[in-house]
Nanobody, 125 residues
Framework: QPQLVESGGGLVQPGGSLRLSCAAS????????IAWFRQAPGKELEGVSC????????HYEDSMKGRFTISRDNAKDTVDLQMSALKPEDTAIYYC??????????????????WGQGTQVTVSS
């Protein structure tokens, strides 16, 4: 059974940076569009960003544009999310998920085929 695994979460102060990474077993990430979602306590799952299999197409949630950058490391077969200028409201569990495309409907989480278990990001002083 294919499985995604997130890493890189932790505690960071406001204004700080973190780099999350999504790896996989049982599938090749470079063949899939990959998205990052997050869920804060008491809130719904929210799309963060996605990247197409080739890496040429990317989408970001508006509140994260300019602060977050999604990228692929094909040598490692990972998808990374570089987060900077973090705010307390970025505190959430961050998940990566795999789908066939990264298109206009990328926020529809129910359409993703595979999910990771999540990694906790806490932004607090």
């Amino acid at each position: 059974q294919p499985q995604l695994v997130e890493s890189g979460g932790g505690l960071v102060q406001p204004g700080g940076s973190l780099r999350l990474s999504c790896a996989a077993s049982g599938l090749t990430l470079s063949e899939w569009a990959i998205a990052w979602f997050r869920q804060a306590p008491g809130k719904e799952l929210e799309g963060v960003s996605c990247i197409s299999s080739g890496g040429g197409n990317k989408h970001y949630e508006d509140s994260m544009k300019g602060r977050f950058t999604i990228s692929r490391d094909n040598a490692k077969d990972t998808v990374d999310l570089q987060m900077s200028a973090l705010k307390p409201e970025d505190t959430a569990i961050y998940y990566c998920a795999a789908d066939y495309v990264c298109g206009p409907g990328w926020r529809r989480h129910e359409e993703y085929n595979y999910w990771g278990q999540g990694t906790q990001v806490t932004v607090s002083s």
